[in-house]
Antibody, heavy 121, light 107 residues
Framework: QVQLVQSGAEVKKPGASVKVSCKASGYTFTSYGISWVRQAPGQGLEWMGW????????NYAQKLQGRVTMTTDTSTSTAYMELRSLRSDDTAVYYCAREGGVGAAESFDYWGQGTLVTVSS | DIQMTQSPSSLSASVGDRVVITCRAS??????LNWYQHKPGKVPSLLIYGASTLQTDVPSTFSGAGSGTHFTLTITSLQPEDFATYYCQQSYTTPFTFGPGTKVDIK
């Protein structure tokens, strides 16, 4: 069965960086894209960006441009999201999600379990 | 960016009630509209994609309709496990924006 397993919770100081991993299994990794979505405490869902696991093409939310980098390692079927220059308002649960492709209207059909990133001095 | 709005922002309902949630897009998105259910402490789950196609294993009490800029999610008979927050999301163009959510709780 399809699974996305994320790395564990992180506590970072303002200005630091964090890198969250998302290991996929149960499907052909390079056949689907991965999006990253976050949810700050008490807030809604925010799309951060997307990476093609096929060719590494990326598309980032404009508000995060310059601070976020998404990569994949096809040898281990793992996607990564790195966020730099962390601020307190980056405190959130970060999810990876598989994009179901054109046949599923590019919806997010499988999600990782979430990674809590806390930014605090 | 395409802005998504939802109404109501919250509602209280009883088991067995019919619930309708509305989602509007700031510009036409065809049927590139998806609905997710999110329970506290859980992972969001896909309910409906392409405006009206039920995801595998989602109960038929859920249905979606609409195209262009106006969409609805209907729960025909609310069950105890349906109390959650529901988000619409457009996948027509990046950034793939979500609506602000509709919280459904117990009356």
């Amino acid at each position: 069965q399809v699974q996305l397993v994320q790395s564990g919770a992180e506590v970072k100081k303002p200005g630091a960086s964090v890198k969250v991993s998302c290991k996929a299994s149960g499907y052909t990794f390079t056949s689907y894209g991965i999006s990253w979505v976050r949810q700050a405490p008490g807030q809604g869902l925010e799309w951060m960006g997307w990476i093609s696991a096929y060719n590494g093409n990326t598309n980032y939310a404009q508000k995060l441009q310059g601070r976020v980098t998404m990569t994949t390692d096809t040898s281990t079927s793992t996607a990564y999201m790195e966020l730099r220059s962390l601020r307190s308002d980056d405190t959130a649960v970060y999810y990876c999600a598989r994009e179901g492709g054109v046949g599923a209207a590019e919806s997010f059909d499988y999600w990782g379990q979430g990674t809590l990133v806390t930014v605090s001095s | 960016d395409i802005q998504m709005t939802q109404s109501p922002s919250s509602l209280s309902a009883s088991v067995g009630d019919r619930v309708v949630i509305t989602c509007r897009a700031s510009q036409t998105i065809g049927t590139y509209l998806n609905w997710y259910q999110h329970k506290p402490g859980k992972v969001p789950s896909l309910l409906i994609y392409g405006a009206s196609t039920l995801q595998t294993d989602v109960p038929s009490t859920f249905s979606g309709a609409g195209s262009g800029t106006h969409f609805t999610l209907t729960i025909t008979s609310l069950q105890p496990e349906d109390f959650a927050t529901y988000y619409c999301q457009q996948s027509y163009t990046t950034p793939f924006t979500f609506g602000p959510g509709t919280k459904v709780d117990i009356k």
